[in-house]
């Protein structure tokens, strides 16, 4: 069993739909990241959060360490938020090591 | 603009090469990062490096070997290329954390795709 698992692993929407992905992690945590990935390859680091709600633009991200999840979510989505959305955790101990989760496929179609 | 640059985006290379892939950071980024991903299996990491000349073996290092001479730049080494290590490849980059676990966020390059023939 992966230590990360995200859910949906395929996300299809409309324009505008709010979007909402989840990550649950079965380790202690130091820190969590979420990140983009577009087609073609380059990651991007949306956000890297160790409680609370982190906010930017259209996108925010949440996280519940005593629950083990966070959840990324995308308001007014549009056809650019099209990529894969990664989870990945810095486990306890570690400020260097991550542990990804296999990521998330959004389509947002017009 | 922060940056981390993979010298070759597309390679494709004869079983029994020796391959080099190239990763260079303006960040003056202590941790330095190869990982490989492949469908259905996500992001592993290769080796890792905390420092000049120092190298960390991940999750997946056989076939592979480092080289960090200089703090901006990280080397991947396969040795004699295979066809299995046909996948893409990321180099990445993060500040060392003042406090052990922090964690920083971590900067990735384009990617090279790797095809071994």
């Known amino acids: 069993k992966n230590e990360v698992e995200q859910s949906p692993q395929n996300l299809t929407a409309q324009e505008g739909e709010f979007i909402t992905i989840n990550c649950s992690y079965s380790?202690?945590?130091?820190?969590l990241h979420w990140l983009q990935q577009h087609p073609g390859g380059g990651i991007v680091s949306l956000f890297m959060l160790s409680s609370g709600k982190k906010k930017h633009g259209r996108l925010i991200a949440t996280i519940n360490i005593q629950e083990k999840h966070s959840s990324l979510h995308i308001t007014a989505s549009h056809p650019r938020d099209s990529a894969v959305y990664i989870c990945?955790?810095?486990?306890?101990?570690?400020?260097?090591?991550?542990?990804f989760g296999k990521g998330t496929l959004l389509t947002v179609n017009p | 603009d922060v940056k981390v640059t993979q010298s070759s985006r597309y390679l494709v290379k004869r079983t029994g090469e020796k391959v080099f892939l190239e990763c260079v950071q303006d960040?003056?980024?202590?941790?330095m990062f190869w990982y490989r991903q492949d469908p259905g299996l996500g992001l592993r990491l290769i080796y890792f490096?905390?420092?000049?000349?120092?190298?960390e073996k991940g999750d997946i290092p056989e076939g592979y070997s480092v080289s960090r001479e200089k703090k901006e730049r990280f080397s991947l080494i396969l040795e004699s290329a295979s066809t299995n290590q046909t996948s893409m490849y990321l180099c990445?980059?993060?500040?060392?954390?003042?406090?052990?676990?922090?964690?920083?966020?971590?900067?990735f390059g384009e990617g090279s795709w790797l095809t071994v023939v």
């Open positions: 960040m003056d980024h202590e941790n």
């Open positions: 490096s905390y420092d000049v000349k120092m190298k």
């Open positions: 990945a955790v810095n486990s306890g101990g570690s400020n260097y090591k991550l542990t």
């Open positions: 990445a980059s993060s500040e060392q954390g003042p406090i052990l676990g922090s964690g920083n966020t971590i900067y």
């Open positions: 380790v202690g945590i130091s820190a």
